[in-house]
């Protein structure tokens, strides 16, 4: 299980700030965070009806059975981001990868600690669409990307997934490695239309 306060955030070198736009006004909220866990759930084609079974029974959840959709459990948000994926963001630091794998064995699917891989930036406020909408390839119309769906997208070819929360609140789950550079990109894309930064 991933230990924060064993290594570096990704977001050290930003700070908290906040830049009015020329008006005076903030309408975007951005909030930079490291997760305490993340998990991977995959299988093989085959195992597919196996593993969504095992889940079920692990979660005690009606598991999202079509890519895009979301749950929430009493570990966390339950995103399928895939086929035959699925992924696990924890709601505390407990030891969610050795509850999972008492119900998912090998011979069934794969149980992977991305906890030190990824983090996650929430964006908000009145113009959190148009900010987005300048880095994402994405149709933010409730009708193409309805609350509580995810979306697998990227900008600059580093990957990104993309959580609807609200009509202007949405969740990016990015890649460690590239955390400073994504949020840059953001604070960037956001400045037209003041914007405030937040880290924990």
Not at 26 to 38: E, M
Not at 42 to 61: D, F, I, M, N, P
Not at 120 to 145: C, M, Q, W, Y
Request: aromatic fraction near 6%; proline fraction near 3%.
């Amino acid at each position: 299980m991933f230990d924060s306060t064993l290594i570096r955030s990704p977001f050290t070198g930003h700070h908290a700030k906040s830049q009015p736009d020329r008006q005076g006004q903030i309408q975007v909220h951005v909030n930079a965070q490291v997760l305490p866990s993340v998990t991977l759930i995959s299988t093989w084609v085959r195992g597919e009806a196996k593993l969504a079974e095992a889940l079920t029974q692990a979660l005690q959840v009606s598991i999202p059975q079509v890519t895009g959709k979301t749950v929430q459990c009493g570990l966390g948000l339950l995103m399928r981001i895939g086929p035959q994926e699925w992924m696990l963001i924890g709601s505390t630091d407990q030891d969610v990868q050795a509850t999972l794998r008492s119900h998912i064995h090998s011979d069934v699917g794969s149980i992977t600690d991305l906890s030190h891989a990824r983090c996650r930036i929430h964006v908000s406020g009145t113009k959190a669409k148009e900010a987005l909408g300048k880095l994402f390839a994405l149709d933010f119309r409730n009708a193409a990307f309805a609350l509580n769906n995810v979306a697998l997208t990227g900008h600059h070819h580093v990957p990104c997934t993309v959580h609807r929360l609200g009509e202007q609140s949405f969740d990016l789950y990015v890649f460690s490695t590239y955390a400073f550079g994504q949020l840059e990109s953001l604070i960037d894309a956001s400045r037209e239309f003041g914007v405030e930064l937040s880290l924990n």
